[in-house]
């Protein structure tokens, strides 16, 4: 089999916002690498670096140190390839926004300013919440929305904009138990023809699901999902870790995939 070219390749990364450049890192000397249809996800303590690596991929930082590669150009060049799915998006109540104007947003950077959306834009809108298993909710107003819902016409709106790639920061906050196994099993249909990077404080989600698994507390480490211990939580959160066993009656997301071996830091 041929040896696939990675979609990111990240080298000898480092970042610190402060001055000089090179002092307080908040990233050190980061290797990653993500290939086509990878299943990625990224742990680690808050302030370990998670959101900051997300913005180097997206092109809205520059690193200190080394280089960055998206689809085999500067990470700034790809932005319009990378669907991003925030952990908070902010809507404003009082806009009358329907769940269709909001993934129509995905389609601003392939549309022409101040033009109307044509219908090949509108098809396109509507074809994504195909995607993401939302399309009874097209003409719904998004502030009547649950998180689950919410989260769907986020992805939604990223794959409008025909990305290749898809990150998602903390996908399964706030959503109840049967909401995050809806949206685990969207994620494993999409990842079969996208790749997909997560970032995610739920250890349980991210081992039991996920293919790989980056530790990132300043300096990064990769694990196959199966692969990740109590021990190598402790290295990375710097505390106490337990795994939690639940025979598979008593899993709370009643998913046939768990493997019933929840870790979780305490």
Known sequence: MAEQTPIIEIKHVSFGYAQPPGTGLVLEDIDLQVLPRDFLGIIGPNGGGKTTLLKIILGLLKPQRGTVKVFGRSALQSCRSIGYVPQHTRLDATVPASVLDVVLMGRLGRASWGARFGSSHVATAR?????????????????????????????ARALASE????????????????????????????NQNIAIVVVSHDVAFVSTHLKRVACLNRQLTCHGADEITDEMMALTYHSHVRTVHHHEQQCPLADAGCDHNHNGST
């Open 127 to 155: 074809q994504a919440l195909i995607e993401a298993e939302a399309e009874e909710l097209t003409d719904r107003s998004m502030r009547n929305l649950s998180g689950g819902q919410r989260q769907r016409v986020l992805i």
């Open 163 to 190: 990305s290749k790639l898809l990150l998602l920061d903390e996908p399964t906050a706030g959503v109840d138990p049967g909401a995050e196994r809806s949206l685990t099993n969207l994620l494993h249909r999409l």
